[in-house]
């Protein structure tokens, strides 16, 4: 691996996509975001309310995961070295970029679950095509 | 968060109770231990918070609402059909609960806001962190204060005010 | 560095937002705060604006405008959340508080008291929060979060301060917007793993130079492309239009006008940032596989800039938004759907204008994002003091639909006349902005055909179609609504004089920007040149040189 001089997300990155070695995690993680999204997108399809939220959900959360194999998932040297020594970190950026993500998404889930409740309280059903719209 | 808190007192084991009687206590200090050392740890404001909220939501499920109201926190949730903080409610009078969440969730949002802006006064960038290396702490000996813990407590009582709120709103109906 | 000129919009509105929440129990307080706050956004947007646009510039006397930057915690670029403040975020800044602070004078006599004490006043500033944290970022996931912050209090706008029949076209709005953000998450994964950084500015530099930085950039243009489609679906452009008039009709009046002048706008700036001035420069290269494929097959990519590819899906857009836009708001009966789907149309002709400027040569290119820029600020100022006419007929009257209006003319003859100045300020009457605005799409198109650009007629077409369409629906929402003998609710309506009295004075801003017009055109032409002058922001940023 070329990565000596300073460890940059750019180095990181084609390290991982380049190296066949390190393709295998990626390989697995390409088919499981597949399945995720897939699953996220038929709930989401589908005319219950609930359901919908929860494919909602999912899809946030495929998205997640998309970006931490972005990020690459072999080791790196770090950014900024504590006092000298280091091992092999993973690229630090998706996880801070990840973390928000989860934060908002947190809060957008909670409210489509309020929305749903909402919804049933206000027309007796979660069916959507039942709630009448104008 | 996602089981539904009932009253459901009668029908938990009495397994359930003496884990949740043990259990509690250690997920609280678990969450206190993330707070503090979620600056430059695994951690933070945000999971410390859920995590808390979780010890809540375990002791609504196996004892119930009544008992957390009445014997925890001397209060009652008077029920209602609506979410208040979503307004559009018949009520005019927020149960004195959820006000205290909700006051909860102000002070945090202050706090972590307050944290940016005396950045700011000291003539750094917004939201600027710094640290203090405090040596000689009896017990301790060597103590590190990062101002970075301001921002952390903020997003930890936004956290648990905002899911308080709802776990108790959303619990009551 | 730290010139807090920069970011003291955004701690204004943030700390509006949270003394608002922390007066509820003191409603009139509550509203003094709000109002309060929303003065002294102004004062903090415009003291940005002054320092970036330099009066002489507006007067045409001279000096030169500044591009300012802001490191958040004072990590440098590209580690560290840049703000940048140049033209163009100044101009769209401006614009917001245009609408905002009629919008929230009216919503302080408008909106319900007891929905306004709960939480309406900061939702409304962490709106806000978010539309001028995404004018002023210089980092595409912080852009994220900031159409997050803007977009979480406008669920909660839609879904609970809307009257109860509109739940469903709420929860609409909000599953489509979490999908867009899902999506719009993964367009920027993709984006830092291809070109390693998530800083504009950076961005920017490496695509130009993308051969030193070992960047293929044809997986940029696809994810760019996802990122334009989450941009349109904000911005309401076909085919991404249908959750606007249902969410427009959900929401109560001044939300909607704030939704339509503003949250739209921040998709429009968005896309004009994107493609103008990140993907600027960029140029497919011809190593991709399916590049070469496409090649053998006669439609070939290689070589082709950003822009050249993007112009054609941009032009189709925007006649797709023009007609649709204007057919369905001719064929309506309500004057809230009449104005939803106007917007679709107006911010069809906005994209137009793009579309000629992404094509066109250098010279076109201005002109067009010019007439973009001041085809925005109309149909903002415009559209949002129709909302709010709107919202004031429904308190006198009691409803919008044309069935149970007519003669509001004699009745209400100020609200009338404020429906007709906007009216016409969409239509494009002289001396009002919107006949400037009109002027100078019709007028990049016709410098598009003297370059020789083959869509351009078809442009130029189109969009007196699109003019006819407005005058149309706005024609006959006047005759229907106002116009006439007067209606039995319309006889029995009684008159919100303040509400009329902010309408009135909002609506007049058409007639005096119209009037005082060189420094918005000046105003503008800054934007422009900020849009496509890359080398400026990527060297205010300046961003470290890593990789």
Known sequence: MSAVTVGTPTILLASTSAGSEAGQPQVVLAIVLGLLFALGTFLVLRKDVVRVVWGVTIISQAANVYLVTMGGLRGAVPIISHGGAHGEVTDPLVQALVLTAIVIGFGTTAFALVLTYRVYEEHGTIDLTEVSGR | ?173 | MSEHVVVAPLVVALVTAILTLGTRRYPRGQRAVSLLGIGAYAVAVLALASRVVPLGVLTGSGGTTETLTYQVSNWPAPFGISLVADALSAFMLVLAVAVVVPALVFSALYVEEFAQRVSYHSLFHFMLAGVTGAFLTGDIFNLFVWFEVMLMPSYVLVVFYGRAEHTRAALQYTVLNLLGSAVMLVAIGGIYATVGTLNMADIARRLAHAGEFGIDPAPVLGLGAILFAVFALKAGIVPFQFWVPAAYRAAPAPIAAVMAGVTKKVGIYAIIRLLFTVFGTATVGGGLAPARIAEGLGFGMAGKSFLGLFGPVLFLMAIGSILLGGLGAVSRNDLDDILAYSSIGQVGFIVLALALAATGPQAVRTAGLIAALVYSLNHAIAKSALFLISGTVYEAVGSIRFDALGGLSTRRPILASSFFLGGIALVGIPPLTGFFGKLLVFDTAGKAIVAGEPFAGVALIVALAGAVLTIAYVSRAWNRAFWGSPSDPVTRSYQPTALVAVVAAFVLLVAVLGIGFDPVYRAAEAAAHAATDRTEYVEAVAPEVIG
Do not use: C
Request: aromatic share 8%; proline share 6%.
């Open chain 2, 1 to 173: 968060m996602s089981s539904e808190p009932r009253p459901t007192d009668g029908d938990t084991t009495v397994i359930a109770r003496t884990i949740t009687r043990v259990v509690v206590p250690i997920i609280m200090l678990v969450a206190i231990a993330l707070l503090l050392q979620g600056h430059n740890l695994p951690g933070g404001g945000f999971i410390a918070g859920v995590l808390t909220v979780t010890g809540f939501a375990l002791i609504y499920v196996i004892y119930g609402l009544r008992y957390v109201e009445q014997e925890l926190l001397h209060r009652t949730v008077v029920p209602r059909s609506l979410p208040i903080s979503e307004g559009a409610a018949e009520t005019d009078v927020d149960p004195p609960i959820i006000k205290e969440f909700g006051e909860i969730f102000t002070v945090g949002l202050a706090l972590a806001a307050a944290s940016g802006i005396v950045a700011m006064a000291l003539g750094f960038p917004f939201l600027s962190q710094g640290v203090w290396f405090l040596a000689g702490v009896p017990l301790y000996g060597h103590m590190e204060v990062a101002s970075a813990l301001a921002f952390d407590l903020g997003v930890y009582l936004v956290v648990v005010g905002g899911l308080l709120t709802i776990l108790a709103v959303v619990g009551a109906e």
